[in-house]
């Protein structure tokens, strides 16, 4: 409701006269919402569905052919993506400070940004394709794969259900996403992930669920909640009415819809919520004591590794207790105690997503024996970009990019395909030709290569010649991998295969082993590594079920 969201987002409240006011003004504007709401209908913006289509940018055709003209004209080819789909609510670099940090961080690249609008996207999944447009550019998903394009998601994704649906798509297609949707909508509902970080035992302020039943009762229901906050609570009447807590609206960010009140007045602010949106679900905190401020810790979580890519303290506003750069809190240099580092690595692991934002107060020392020296207030899917680029004086998503930049750390949607699936092999870099053969993906094979077996094997000097599907093939030799067979360790050649294709998901580089003469059906026997790397899980019940599974879906 519009009256509610701007009363949560412009009063701080903190006393008495500041309550009165406030609550005066919201009667005010709630009586004339109703007068508004029949005119608003009226003027609905209808230029989504009047868009001339002639002015859509298509990028189906050069996409499909990996933008091959305009990778001509470019040197620099410092990065493994060509392409970055990036999903959010403002397509305009100028007022959209991450896009125009993203633009400058590719310039002199052959990367290419596609912006597209969450609210305008349209999409089907049709034809072994995946087609999506907005107003402004189309593009088809048909030959790209994780090698090749990134997704990059912003918080406005979340207001369009379709666009969700469509970065699922993507997301198990195999590309790599930041940030993966559904952990993103966890980290952007205040209570979920409150209740993630309570599971994994990392030190938050007590916290509750706030609902209309639970004042129902006045201040006898509404006590049940207020003693998970405080434990002392009704011992002294005086200090109850005294204590604080922070209320939150579930999906508020940037540090709006976050407001204080006290024992006194948290009854009164209450009822009035919950009157104007009685379904208005609330985050109750206590609140703790700190020590000058927050700190945002940008943490980088790949497949085997975590970085911490930067943070800053931010100084809490003056007259306020919240310290959102967004609300004009400023920002510094701060050096990370051990701690607050272990902090957000465990928060990061935890959240699901690769790119994550964690807040830590630091609290006044011995202030809560409870929970020590730090505690998370949130952690974040979507967090801006600008204020961590000054702080640090380098543009944060380079910094990003320089970080994901390996195929093989990709974080990849996990899927479920069976024992016995097709595998496709690039055997000669200089030629795209793709080889289809049948593979038996073994959890228990933790071997360092997968193996094929060859019809003919011989090696000469530094190669190893073999004949595979009724074709030569010359291979310069890598190294060697142990293989145990039945009480015998075997020693093979192991060698570089340029590409593989399993499904949609592609590794560049793997290393096989390759067997002379092997006579069983699967002539490729696949290890844990491809299988990790590939995000794949098997079912020991099914054989061919991506195949299946294109069949149905497309």
Request: aromatic share 6%; proline share 3%; glycine share 4%.
């Amino acid at each position: 409701m519009k009256t509610l969201e701007s009363f949560l987002k412009k009063f701080y409240i903190n006393d008495e006269n500041a309550l009165n006011e406030a609550l005066n003004k919201l009667v005010k504007e709630a009586s004339n919402e109703s007068d508004d709401n029949e005119n608003n209908d009226s003027n609905v913006n209808t230029e989504k569905e009047t868009i001339e289509r002639e002015d859509i940018e298509d990028h189906t055709d050069d996409t499909s052919d990996n933008l091959e003209e305009n990778n001509d004209k470019k040197e620099n080819k410092k990065y493994f993506f060509k392409n970055i789909l990036f999903f959010t609510n403002d397509r305009k670099a100028e007022s959209n400070k991450t896009l125009k940090n993203l633009e400058e961080a590719i310039k002199d690249t052959e990367v290419e940004i596609f912006p597209f609008v969450a609210e305008e996207v349209s999409y089907k999944a049709k034809d072994n394709k995946i087609e999506f447009n907005d107003s402004k550019n189309k593009y088809k998903i048909d030959k790209q794969s994780n090698i090749d394009t990134i997704v990059i998601v912003r918080l406005g994704a979340q207001d369009s259900e379709e666009c969700m649906e469509l970065i699922k798509e993507l997301q198990d297609w195999g590309l790599f996403v930041i940030n993966p949707i559904q952990y993103a909508k966890r980290a952007s509902n205040k209570y979920t992930s409150s209740v993630l970080l309570e599971r994994y035992e990392i030190p938050q302020p007590r916290f509750a669920l706030l609902q209309k039943n639970d004042i129902e009762e006045g201040e006898e229901s509404l006590k049940k909640k207020l003693n998970l906050i405080y434990d002392d609570l009704g011992q002294d009447e005086k200090e109850d009415k005294k204590k604080e807590y922070v209320v939150k609206i579930l999906d508020g960010h940037g540090g709006t819809g976050v407001f204080m009140v006290t024992g006194k007045t948290i009854l009164s602010v209450l009822q009035t919520i919950f009157a104007i949106d009685p379904e208005r679900e609330l985050l109750l905190q206590r609140k703790e004591e700190a020590d000058g401020g927050d700190i945002r810790v940008h943490v980088l979580t790949m497949r085997t590794q975590q970085h911490i890519l930067a943070a800053m303290k931010r100084v809490k506003i003056s007259g306020d207790f919240r310290s959102n750069v967004s609300l004009g809190a400023s920002a510094e240099p701060v050096e990370l105690t051990k701690e607050q580092e272990e902090i957000a690595l465990k928060v990061a692991q935890v959240s699901g997503m690769p790119w994550c934002a964690v807040d830590i107060m630091p609290l006044v020392k011995d202030s809560n024996p409870e929970i020590g020296d730090n505690v998370v207030l949130e952690y974040n899917a979507s967090p801006g970009t600008d204020g961590i680029s000054e702080v640090i004086g380098e543009n944060f998503m380079k910094i990003l990019l320089d970080n994901i930049n390996d195929i093989n750390e990709l974080v990849l949607a996990p899927k479920s395909i069976g024992y016995i699936e097709n595998i496709k092999f690039q055997f000669e870099s200089d030629s795209e030709d793709m080889v289809e053969m049948e593979a038996k993906l073994d959890t228990g094979n933790g071997a360092k290569a997968s193996t094929i077996g060859c019809e003919s094997l011989n090696e000469d000097g530094d190669y190893v010649l073999a004949k595979i599907e009724g074709k030569e093939y010359k291979f310069k030799k890598h190294g060697q991998s142990k293989a145990i067979v039945g009480q015998v360790t075997e020693p093979r050649t192991t060698v570089i295969i340029p590409c593989i294709q399993i499904g949609s998901r592609k590794l560049l580089d793997v290393e096989f082993a390759l067997v002379d003469n092997r006579k069983k059906k699967q002539k490729v026997l696949l290890n844990r590594d491809v299988m990790s790397k590939m995000a794949y899980m098997i079912n020991p019940a099914k054989e061919h079920s991506l195949e299946d599974e294109y069949k149905n879906k497309f």
